[in-house]
């Protein structure tokens, strides 16, 4: 079946670590994004990439980064530079083009925890 | 920002009782999502309605849009106790980015 699979479900990270959560999708879709989810908020944008070797800042970037070398991958670092990185955090496929847009699919999720 | 209001923000009902949530947005839209998520998990598309529809059904969902308004509704009949969640009302601006609101968190008890 297809879908969107992100890895690991739990995270835990000491201050000042940089800490990688993968993304992967089957689906064949080009656009991939990254969203941020604080208790009892909505999602907040942090980067897209609407094709392969493409990227660009959401609304909260600062403190992360991406790439997208592969269709079907788009990591998502978290750096030191991040404030505040404790969340959860959701990875999310669409297909194109917009126009025949129906709707997103999304992963599970990462609980990013920093102790 | 096209970021739009859920209400209510929380909502408790009764198993078999009707569930219906209101979600505003500020600017034009070309289509407008709802979405499900369950408590510590990933989003669920439920219905997407576009801006030259008026009302849209899917099993026990019915989504209205009011576009001189700049509103929808979001009605689960007869609501069950696995429909307990959160619901976000989601626009999608002109480069297909999602546009969330704080969501109304449903608990439907048996």
């Known amino acids: 079946d297809g879908g969107i699979t992100q890895s690991p479900k739990y995270l835990f990270r000491k201050e000042g670590q940089n800490v990688t959560l993968s993304c992967e999708q089957n689906?064949?879709?080009?656009?991939m994004y990254w969203y941020r989810q604080d208790p009892g908020q909505g999602l907040r944008l942090i980067y897209y990439?609407?094709?392969?070797?493409?990227?660009q800042k959401g609304d909260i970037a600062e403190g992360y980064s991406v790439s997208r070398e592969k269709k079907e991958s788009f990591p998502l670092t978290v750096t030191s530079a991040q404030k505040n990185p404790t969340a959860f955090y959701l990875c999310?496929?669409?297909?194109?083009?917009?126009?025949?847009?129906?709707?997103?699919?999304f992963g599970s999720g990462t609980r990013l925890t920093v102790v | 920002s096209q970021q739009g209001e859920e209400d209510p923000q929380a909502l408790s009902i009764q198993e078999g009782e009707n569930a219906t949530m209101n979600c505003s947005y500020k600017t034009s839209i070309n289509n407008l999502q709802w979405y499900r998520q369950n408590s510590g998990r990933g989003l669920v598309h439920l219905i997407l309605?576009?801006?030259?529809?008026r009302e849209k059904h899917s099993g026990r969902l019915r989504v209205t849009l009011d576009t001189s308004k700049k509103s929808s509704s979001l009605l689960i009949t007869a609501s069950r106790a696995a429909d307990t969640a959160s619901y976000f009302c989601v626009q999608t601006d002109s480069w297909g980015k999602l546009q969330f609101g704080a969501g109304t968190q449903v608990v439907v008890t048996p």
């Open positions: 309605i576009r801006s030259n529809e």
């Open positions: 999310a496929s669409s297909s194109k083009p917009q126009g025949a847009f129906d709707g997103y699919t």
């Open positions: 689906l064949n879709h080009d656009a």
């Open positions: 990439s609407q094709i392969v070797n493409d990227f």
